[in-house]
């Protein structure tokens, strides 16, 4: 491809992702759906501005979106607050874990109801539980948006669901270190524990000496630029050992990163430092990417009433695995069905699973439609229900 070629599609996939991202953001949608509409729109799907998957930028363009993705992870890492999350404990953990396995299980039985299972271990079997992988994230950025306008973000539902989301998209990270390890034929089960194993212990290692060194250099020269540079060396660093060394994706490589600094004193300026680059560049390529790298040619009855379904069996099992387990643990109807409705919203962990998916052979492109699909429904459905049920709290408290 032709050097200056590249830089005029460069500048109509920012120009546009950005364009779109600010109106979806003006129609209360997140901007991660605008910058996604932006691909789909300048890609083979509509106006074939750029040619999509088979023009000869697309190399270019997946090499800025892998840096994308990992600084997304990294971020999400940094993000997290380690307090907020021991706060809640086992009641976190056990929500996590069943909002995790439900969608696992029902978007597995899903794609093989569709397409079938194939036998144990054979690639139709793999693609059927990768289905159900993607469904397990879950993106809190709209739920915390919203029970911050309503006031309840510090209320103990709003601290559930929000711990609840932080430990899910942890196990959700890690199931799919599990299932690309399993994808290789010649992988076997003991290997992938194995190498998981390792890999945990290599990042508690690292983590420890890492976290210290930081630590001082943080004292020292606190708000200095040099922080989130070194900061950044070492998220590229975790996601190259991640996967070269253990086998493991490199998203979980850069996301440990992010924990290892996440409590630190200058976490916050290392975040919004990696956040500029993120937003400017790396974030609108890698979802406008998503959106080039979708195909509608292949869209059939059969998919699109797969897509119809795919959504419905991602938002009730969240809500059921969620909502029943709150139940169980006391929690009235209505606080259990927030959490459950809380956990239910999809955005970038979602699409950075199926992008994984895709650049390891697990995933159709024609199914992004699916996810891209879920994201939009699950993030105008999710506020808009959480809504109306604490307007239904206020009735009740008026009522009696």
Same mark, same amino acid.
């Given at each position: 491809?032709?050097?200056?070629?590249?830089?005029?599609?460069? #500048?109509?996939?920012?120009?546009?992702?950005?364009?779109?991202?600010?109106?979806?953001?003006? /129609?209360?949608?997140?901007?991660?759906?605008? =910058?996604?509409?932006?691909?789909?729109?300048?890609?083979?799907?509509?106006?074939?501005? /750029?040619?999509?998957?088979?023009?000869?930028?697309?190399?270019? /363009?997946?090499?800025?979106?892998?840096?994308?993705?990992?600084?997304?992870?990294?971020?999400?890492?940094?993000?997290?607050?380690?307090?907020?999350?021991?706060?809640?404990?086992?009641?976190?953990?056990?929500?996590?874990?069943?909002?995790?396995?439900?969608?696992?299980?029902?978007?597995?039985?899903?794609?093989?109801?569709?397409?079938?299972?194939?036998?144990?271990?054979?690639?139709?079997?793999?693609? #059927?539980?990768?289905?159900?992988?993607?469904?397990?994230?879950?993106?809190?950025?709209?739920?915390?948006?919203?029970?911050? =306008?309503?006031?309840?973000?510090?209320?103990?539902?709003?601290?559930?669901?929000?711990?609840?989301?932080?430990?899910?998209?942890?196990? !959700?990270?890690?199931?799919?270190?599990?299932?690309?390890?399993?994808?290789?034929?010649?992988?076997?089960?003991?290997?992938?524990?194995?190498?998981?194993?390792?890999?945990?212990?290599?990042?508690?290692?690292?983590?420890?000496?890492?976290? $210290?060194?930081?630590?001082?250099?943080?004292?020292?020269?606190?708000?200095?630029?040099?922080?989130?540079?070194?900061?950044?060396?070492?998220?590229?660093?975790?996601?190259?050992?991640?996967? =070269?060394?253990? !086998?493991?994706?490199?998203?979980?490589?850069?996301?440990?990163? !992010?924990?290892?600094?996440?409590?630190?004193?200058?976490?916050? $300026?290392?975040?919004?430092?990696?956040?500029?680059?993120? $937003?400017?560049?790396?974030?609108?390529?890698?979802? #406008?990417?998503?959106?080039?790298?979708? =195909?509608?040619?292949?869209?059939?009855?059969?998919?699109?009433?797969?897509?119809?379904?795919?959504?419905?069996?991602?938002?009730?099992?969240?809500?059921?695995?969620? !909502?029943?387990?709150?139940?169980?643990?006391?929690?009235?109807?209505?606080?259990?069905?927030?959490?459950?409705?809380?956990?239910?919203?999809?955005?970038?962990?979602?699409?950075?699973?199926?992008?994984?998916?895709?650049?390891?052979?697990?995933?159709?492109?024609? $199914?992004?439609?699916?996810?891209? /699909?879920?994201?939009?429904?699950?993030?105008?459905?999710?506020?808009?229900?959480?809504?109306?049920?604490?307007?239904?709290?206020?009735?009740?408290?008026?009522?009696?």
């Amino acid at each position: 491809m032709d050097r200056i070629a590249f830089f005029r599609d460069l #500048a109509i996939i920012i120009v546009s992702a950005k364009l779109c991202g600010l109106i979806a953001q003006k /129609l209360k949608a997140p901007q991660v759906v605008g =910058e996604i509409i932006a691909g789909l729109l300048i890609g083979p799907s509509c106006f074939k501005i /750029l040619g999509g998957a088979d023009y000869a930028g697309a190399d270019y /363009l997946s090499l800025l979106s892998e840096i994308g993705v990992v600084m997304l992870m990294f971020s999400a890492g940094l993000g997290t607050n380690m307090k907020d999350l021991l706060k809640t404990g086992w009641k976190s953990l056990l929500i996590a874990c069943v909002g995790v396995f439900v969608p696992l299980i029902g978007g597995t039985l899903l794609f093989g109801s569709f397409y079938g299972f194939g036998e144990f271990g054979s690639e139709k079997f793999f693609r #059927a539980v990768f289905i159900g992988t993607i469904m397990t994230a879950t993106s809190v950025g709209i739920t915390v948006q919203t029970l911050k =306008e309503l006031g309840h973000l510090k209320e103990k539902t709003g601290t559930l669901i929000m711990s609840s989301a932080i430990i899910d998209d942890v196990i !959700g990270i890690i199931v799919l270190t599990f299932v690309i390890g399993f994808k290789n034929p010649d992988s076997k089960p003991t290997d992938v524990l194995i190498s998981t194993g390792l890999f945990i212990l290599f990042a508690f290692g690292v983590g420890f000496i890492m976290y $210290y060194i930081f630590k001082i250099i943080d004292k020292k020269y606190e708000h200095h630029q040099r922080i989130p540079i070194l900061s950044l060396a070492l998220c590229m660093f975790m996601a190259f050992s991640a996967e =070269e060394f253990f !086998g493991i994706a490199d998203i979980t490589g850069a996301y440990v990163a !992010g924990l290892i600094l996440c409590s630190l004193k200058d976490s916050d $300026y290392i975040a919004r430092k990696v956040d500029i680059n993120s $937003y400017m560049i790396f974030g609108p390529v890698f979802f #406008a990417s998503i959106g080039l790298k979708t =195909e509608f040619s292949g869209f059939d009855t059969e998919l699109a009433i797969f897509s119809v379904c795919f959504v419905l069996v991602a938002l009730l099992t969240k809500v059921i695995g969620c !909502g029943l387990v709150a139940k169980a643990m006391k929690y009235n109807f209505n606080d259990s069905l927030k959490i459950g409705v809380g956990m239910m919203t999809r955005g970038e962990v979602a699409l950075i699973v199926a992008q994984k998916g895709l650049s390891v052979g697990m995933l159709d492109a024609k $199914y992004f439609a699916c996810v891209i /699909l879920l994201i939009i429904v699950s993030s105008v459905a999710t506020p808009l229900i959480l809504k109306s049920l604490y307007k239904s709290d206020r009735k009740i408290y008026t009522n009696d």
